[in-house]
């Protein structure tokens, strides 16, 4: 399995910008999906994630109502449309992928098994 992170890049303050990440080698409709981001000098963060149907999403608190997580079987890709971004939205945006990713643990890195290289944003003011 490998995913592919893209979409990343600098805006400014109150802009928007979708991120993509595309699997190979499996199944995309028998995994969920997440995207974790990492800003310098800080531990790796839950940022959203879907279930493998697309039926349930989960945001954390700093983005819910900025960013939607989406996915699209057909094209076995999942999305991370993130708006009204703010400086501190700056990181490295990580999708990862799980089989075994129920609401319980979905926000736990430790349920995905494959991750994505990582895409920088970077925020300015």
């Known amino acids: 399995v490998q995913l592919q992170a893209s979409g990343g890049g600098s805006v400014e303050a109150g802009n928007s910008l979708r991120l993509s990440c595309t699997m190979s080698?499996?199944?995309?409709?028998?995994?969920?999906m997440a995207w974790f981001r990492q800003a310098p000098g800080q531990e790796r963060k839950f940022v959203a994630g879907i279930n493998r149907s697309g039926a349930s999403i989960y945001s954390s608190d700093s983005v819910k109502g900025r960013f939607t997580i989406s996915r699209d079987k057909a094209k076995n890709t999942g999305y991370l449309e993130m708006n009204s971004l703010r400086p501190e939205d700056t990181a490295v945006y990580y999708c990862?992928?799980?089989?075994?990713?129920?609401?319980?643990?979905?926000?736990?890195?430790?349920?995905?098994?494959?991750w994505g290289q990582g895409t920088l944003v970077t925020v300015s003011s």
């Open positions: 080698g499996h199944t995309f409709s028998t995994y969920a």
């Open positions: 990862a992928v799980g089989p075994s990713v129920i609401s319980s643990n979905i926000r736990s890195q430790n349920a995905y098994y494959y």
